[in-house]
């Protein structure tokens, strides 16, 4: 807002250096962080507060997978399922770095197998099966562990009749397993095309990213699909995509509101509501 | 237009020279028949040198080769009575894919394939065989018709991938390739696929759901291109010839994965140097698969299918 009358006093005032604010903040353990569709600078702790939402415009912020559990799923009645799959380096992959060791080291850092974790638990007293990505053990990328664990995970849900919800959060392929990589796209379809036959339902979640192989396989192939604001979903990256038709792209193209006009999917639902959301639509589908 | 890969250019000097003869005269004229015979030895000798060991990276080249038989080729010399249907029956027609019904050794059959094009003018008409959202729904829309009419469905994959556009993601590219795939499990016919170039990712995979997977020996499938794996792995386009080798995108390496059922033998030096041999080759095999295939009935066909795709995966279970 400009005002224009009295001019103020100037006062000998300090002017705020952002970028050096922001890597003494890191410095401080990353006091603030910045929201990757508005680009304002949040304080990490009223984010963390916000379940891990935008303040100012309700982009919703990756989360753990204990922390999407905690929102989803009624107190204590989670348990993993298919704990014991871990990945190898069968294509003895080497870029920079070979994928054994690229594997183990990730393993330490984010303290799991892969990059998905299943289970069962409940949602408002409904039983369900779901799967859970986890995008900071290598980008959520689809490899074997993750297809075999999905597959697993939806073979249970038309043999045991439950439904299946998967939230989706992935930068696509595993690159480092090959051809297998791109199967598992295919052997999770069929998998749901199993579950579908039951007649049980299938819902997929995409949250902040879902791009490649994982749209172009279980995310769109939800009965519902489910976003949450402003996710990016797309199939093709948008750098891809930029680079190859050379021109701009739209404003707020691949993000979930886009996608909901387009008819891509059925509604964008707040990290707040979805629990709610979730379990008024099982109850109107199962019973 | 013959056209030569950089580490075939020692070829064209010698088979501009052939042609030449051949144009004005006859091979086996006595005046040049001493040049053609020295030529000849010329050609074979080199051959050996550059087609003797190919790399990954010399395959993948090839896999993309202007002058190999695309999937209309395949058509023509392999089918008769070809009729081509086209359009979704929603937004367009996608000439990326081309799809119908024809005739396989006096058998009915519907088709469907990525296209490529032989020269500019076809390439930008097919858009390199990258498809839109549009030429996976007509795949859909004619395997539905082949499955309703107990028609068997032969594929025929060679794409660098779908198209990754505005246009595309805006009426849902990854729906329609999720679809595809996810419809080719429903299917009660027998379905053959055949990776006759590229198989380039999620875009092949689309049409890629049969019963049996066949590879010409020089064709790749990859879950993405030496180029694109070298650019985000190596931060370096120009590594495209590592990433070949870690990707292992060749047909050896997928039967030795068993993702793929058979390597169908190529000419010496790829299927662009011998059409005629190309089809010959992979003839008699479509056929056994098609007579093998009949034996089983519908829920049969669905169900090994299914089986296939559930086995592929490499992990440990402790
Ligand atoms: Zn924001």
Redesign the pocket.
């Known amino acids: 807002m400009i005002f224009f009358g009295k001019k103020k006093e100037k006062k000998p005032h300090k002017e705020i250096d952002i970028k050096k604010e922001i890597k003494k903040a890191e410095k401080e353990e990353s006091l603030w962080i910045k929201?990757s569709?508005?680009q304002?600078l949040l304080y990490i702790k009223e984010v963390e507060r916000n379940q891990h939402i935008?303040l100012?415009?309700?982009?919703h912020f990756p989360i753990s997978v204990e922390n999407r559990i905690k929102l989803t799923f009624d107190e204590g009645s989670f348990n993993e399922l298919f704990g014991s799959i871990g990945p190898v380096d069968f294509l003895k992959f080497k870029d920079t770095k070979s994928y054994k060791a690229r594997l183990e080291e990730t393993q330490e850092q984010v303290k799991r197998p892969d990059a998905v974790v299943c289970g069962h638990g409940k949602i408002n007293g409904i039983d369900v099966l779901t799967a859970i990505f986890d995008f900071s053990f290598m980008g959520g990328s689809l490899g074997s562990v993750v297809g075999e664990k999905i597959t697993r995970t939806l073979e249970a849900g038309a043999e045991k009749r439950l439904p299946v919800i998967i939230f989706c959060a992935s930068g696509g392929a595993r690159m480092q397993e090959g051809i297998m990589s791109l199967m598992q796209m295919s052997k999770v379809s069929g998998a749901i095309y199993r579950l579908k036959s039951t007649k049980m339902p299938y819902i997929s979640v995409l949250t902040d990213p879902t791009l490649g192989g994982v749209t172009a396989s279980m995310g769109m192939l939800g009965d519902i699909i489910i976003a949450e604001p402003k996710a990016m979903i797309g199939f093709a990256g948008p750098r891809v995509i930029k680079e190859t038709i050379k021109e701009e792209l739209p404003q707020g193209f691949q993000r979930a509101e886009y996608l909901l006009e387009h008819g891509m999917i059925d509604m964008i639902v707040s990290r707040k509501e979805l629990k709610r959301q979730l379990s008024t639509l099982l109850k109107l589908i199962l019973s | 237009m013959r056209y030569y890969l950089d580490f075939e250019k020692k070829l064209e000097p010698y088979e501009r020279r052939l042609n030449e003869i051949k144009k004005f005269y006859t091979l086996d004229d006595p005046r040049y028949n001493k040049e053609v015979q020295s030529i000849k030895r010329k050609i074979a000798k080199i051959e050996k040198e550059i087609y003797g060991e190919l790399t990954n990276w010399q395959r993948s080249q090839l896999s993309r080769h202007v002058n190999r038989p695309h999937t209309l080729d395949y058509v023509e010399h392999l089918f008769t009575d070809f009729i081509e249907l086209k359009g979704d029956r929603k937004f367009k027609d996608d000439p990326a894919i081309v799809a119908g019904f024809a005739s396989f050794e006096e058998k009915n059959i519907a088709v469907v394939g990525h296209q490529k094009g032989k020269d500019i003018r076809e390439m930008a008409y097919r858009n390199f065989g990258m498809s839109h959202p549009e030429g996976y729904r007509k795949a859909v829309r004619v395997m539905d018709m082949a499955n309703r009419w107990g028609k068997p469905i032969i594929t025929f994959v060679d794409t660098p991938g779908a198209f990754p556009g505005i246009g595309a993601e805006e009426r849902g590219q990854a729906e329609a390739i999720a679809t595809s795939i996810e419809f080719m499990f429903t299917l009660t016919v027998p379905v053959i696929t055949v990776v006759i170039g590229e198989g380039g990712s999620g875009g092949a995979l689309a049409i890629g759901v049969g019963n049996a997977i066949l590879m010409l020996e020089n064709a790749t499938y990859s879950v993405i291109s030496p180029e694109g794996c070298a650019a985000i792995l190596w931060r370096d386009g120009s590594k495209a010839p590592l990433a070949a080798e870690a990707l292992k995108p060749t047909a050896h390496d997928l039967y030795k994965l068993n993702v793929i059922d058979e390597v169908i033998k190529e000419p010496f030096g790829g299927a662009h140097r011998n059409w005629q041999e190309t089809f010959n080759n992979l003839k008699p095999v479509l056929s056994r698969y098609l007579k093998d295939f009949a034996k089983k009935n519908g829920d049969e066909l669905k169900a090994l299918r299914y089986e296939k795709f559930r086995k592929m995966g490499v992990f440990e279970e402790k």
């Open positions: 929201c569709s508005c304002e935008c100012k415009c309700e982009y």
